[in-house]
């Protein structure tokens, strides 16, 4: 049986089973788009949000040639099924650029919207304002503070995080994120929801960067100070992970792939509230870098230069 047809087959079962069927995902970015392509693949309806109808069609665009692409890995041998795969998800998802209409009948509501708290707060009073009683809150955010986060809305025992990892329909990995307000009822709905929707769920408190991030950027951080001391170079550096650690990807490599704007938010972020922790120190390459606008290879430059 092939790895597609099995992780269908279990999509399709374990969806079934999910309290969680209407997701209003608001921000149509990277992950906004990626997280409503992998609810409506796994059979749920997903209002997906954006700032205006110009963006909002990039981001259905987006989606549509990536669920086409995954139905001719699943349906290789089966065009009739392979469109009526890519007709169903398309037909899941609905746009929006109200989200306050969006939220009026839905389950749950997925942020990923930009890293900003004050920005965060003000979505989140709007929604909190006319969504059910039942809707759950949760933040796709990477570096802030879900608790932070929820502290404006009255309805605290139904927020947390959701972290999901780019590219999200691929990516197996979610982070379901507790602030001690979160009833049990909340958290168990959004573990069988995140598994309906094929993800391998775990659970973590919320601290700065929750598992991933937490142990990921620090990392990523101390190879560039090791770069910046002279210690080694970069293509070194990332040899030594990728053969004495069995890392597939080096730490500098790493940082050009994930952004060196979006490192260094999550940095800054860490250092403005944890001061005194010397691993949330900013790196001086990293911030020559970001105000040169070479955030690695989505622009074609970073610590290593690359063909566009």
């Known amino acids: 049986m092939s790895t597609f047809f099995m992780m269908k087959r279990c999509l399709s079962t374990s969806s079934m089973m999910s309290a969680i069927q209407n997701v209003t995902v608001i921000g149509g970015g990277l992950m906004g788009s990626g997280i409503a392509q992998a609810t409506a693949q796994s059979g749920q309806n997903v209002t997906l949000v954006e700032v205006n ?27 009739t099924a392979a469109k009526k795969f890519v007709e169903d998800t398309k037909a899941r998802i609905k746009g929006s650029t109200s989200a306050v209409d969006s939220v009026k009948d839905c389950d749950l509501v997925v942020e990923a919207i930009v890293e900003k708290l004050e920005i965060k707060h003000s979505l989140f009073k709007s929604l909190d304002a006319v969504a059910p009683k039942k809707t759950i809150f949760a933040s796709n955010t990477s570096s802030l503070s879900i608790g932070d986060i929820a502290s404006v809305t009255n309805r605290k025992d139904k927020f947390l995080g959701l972290h999901f990892f780019n590219p999200v329909p691929v990516m197996k990995l979610l982070e379901v994120v507790r602030i001690p307000d979160t009833s049990e009822e909340t958290y168990q709905a959004a573990m069988t929801w995140g598994k309906a929707i094929g993800k391998t769920c775990i659970t973590c408190k919320d601290t700065p960067g929750f598992v991933v991030n937490r142990l990921l950027v620090p990392y990523i951080a101390e190879a560039i100070r090791m770069m910046e001391r002279g210690d080694a170079s970069p293509h070194d550096i990332d040899i030594a992970m990728k053969l004495g650690a069995g890392y597939p990807m080096g730490p500098i490599e790493l940082a050009d792939y994930v952004g060196h704007d979006t490192t260094l938010s999550i940095i800054n972020g860490w250092h403005k509230k944890f001061p005194d922790n010397p691993l949330f120190q900013p790196c001086g390459s990293l911030q020559k870098l970001v105000q040169d606008g070479k955030l690695g290879m989505k622009t074609g430059e970073g610590y290593y230069k690359y063909n566009k």
């Open 53 to 79: 109808a110009e963006i909002l069609k990039k981001s259905e665009s987006s989606i549509a040639n990536n669920v086409a692409r995954v139905a001719k890995k699943m349906y290789k041998d089966d065009e």
